[in-house]
Structures are given as C-alpha cells and as structure tokens.
C-alpha cells in the first residue's frame, strides 16, 4: 500500500462517524444512549417527580437502542413474551446510589390492561391509551414497523412504563402531567428507535393530554 492510500484510510477511519451533517454513526450511536433520551423539560419533570434538587447531579444508565433491538430480536425469534420490561434508561441521585430515581421500561403486550375501579390514577388520550399517577406514567401505542419479521413488518402494540421509586414531593396533578412527559418522551424517542410508521401515532410535542 502507498503512503498515499494509507493516509487517505488513515484519516477517512478519522473522520468516520464525525461529518458535520448530523447522519453520522457517532451521531446516531450518541442518540441511543439513555442520557440523550429526555429533554430538557424532561429532565426537569424527573427533578420534581423524584425531588432531585438541582444541586444534585443526575446519572443515567442504560443503552435505549439495545433495548429497542432486544425487542425485535424477541418478537422476531417466536417469544414475543420474553420482551417484558426490557430496560430502556434509569435515573439516579447522583453517583452512589443503587436504586434508581426514575427507571424506564418497555414490553410487548398483546392488549391493553384493563384499569380496575380502585386503581389510583386517570386514564388520558395519548397514542392508544396512557395512564399516570403520582409515581407511575404508562403509554400504550401501536407500531408499525419494517424491523420486524426482518424486515417484512408487522403492528405490534408496546407497552411503556416510567416508575418512580422517590418520595413524591409535588401535588398528584402535577406528578401525574410529569409522569406522562417522563414516558411520552422515552415512548417517542423508542418509536424512532424501532422505525415505527408516523412515530406511532404520537404527537411532535407533548403537552398534558385529555382525560378519557
């Protein structure tokens, strides 16, 4: 190989996944980490919804793409039950604690859970159906996608679940607006993820839906 060649290689390996049209693999490797899931709004909806102060550095775990390739993987092998509450992105209070603040989970379900008459909480219109209490926000949406049946596609119903394991230190109805941000959020950027058909059904930006 010429010294030329091998400079040409050597800066092309460089600059691989670091061009400036934002479609870079860094770019979209970046996009599936849990850290970069949530806004800026979001993250002030975990704040509150756990009583982080803003004093206190959050930590995130979890890789978002992995999750939303496990899902596939198991849909595609014939077990789509074994995609139960697969870690999309935990939350903690800074760097020493073991339990997270907020943890973020999907599954593939079949249907929708039925809502029994005693359960705390509302119901609200948002993707097939959402729910949120002071420590819980779930967010049912039904995607369609290529990824599945590789590549053939299929309509699959998803279920995702936000949970807070903190105190909760704000009023039900706003616990209840951050809960719905905090899987809203994680529920569109999982939808893009998995490639889902008009992102799911779910709206462009959230704002506090009706109740149902």
Do not use: W
């Amino acid at each position: 190989m010429s010294m030329a060649t091998g400079l040409i290689l050597a800066v092309a390996a460089c600059h691989g996944g670091e061009s400036n049209d934002g479609n870079s693999a860094s770019t979209t490797s970046d996009k599936g980490l849990c850290e970069n899931v949530l806004s800026a709004q979001g993250e002030e909806a975990v704040r509150r919804v756990a009583g982080i102060p803003d004093s206190v550095k959050m930590r995130f775990s979890g890789h978002a793409k992995d999750s939303a390739d496990e899902l596939v993987s198991h849909y595609d092998s014939g077990a789509p039950g074994e995609a139960h509450n697969l870690d999309f992105c935990r939350v903690y209070r800074g760097s020493s604690e073991v339990m997270p603040s907020v943890q973020v989970e999907f599954s593939l379900v079949q249907e929708v859970e039925k809502r029994e008459e005693s359960a705390i909480g509302k119901d609200y219109r948002m993707g097939v159906l959402a729910r949120a209490s002071t420590k819980l926000g779930v967010l049912y949406f039904e995607c369609s996608s290529k990824r599945f049946n590789s590549g053939a596609g299929a309509t699959v119903l998803v279920r995702g679940e936000s949970r807070s394991n903190d105190e909760v230190s704000e009023s039900e109805k706003a616990a209840q607006e951050d809960n719905l941000r905090i899987i809203y959020e994680s529920s569109r950027a999982f939808s893009d993820l998995l490639d889902c058909k008009s992102n799911a059904g779910l709206p462009a930006d959230f704002k506090m839906p009706p109740e149902l």
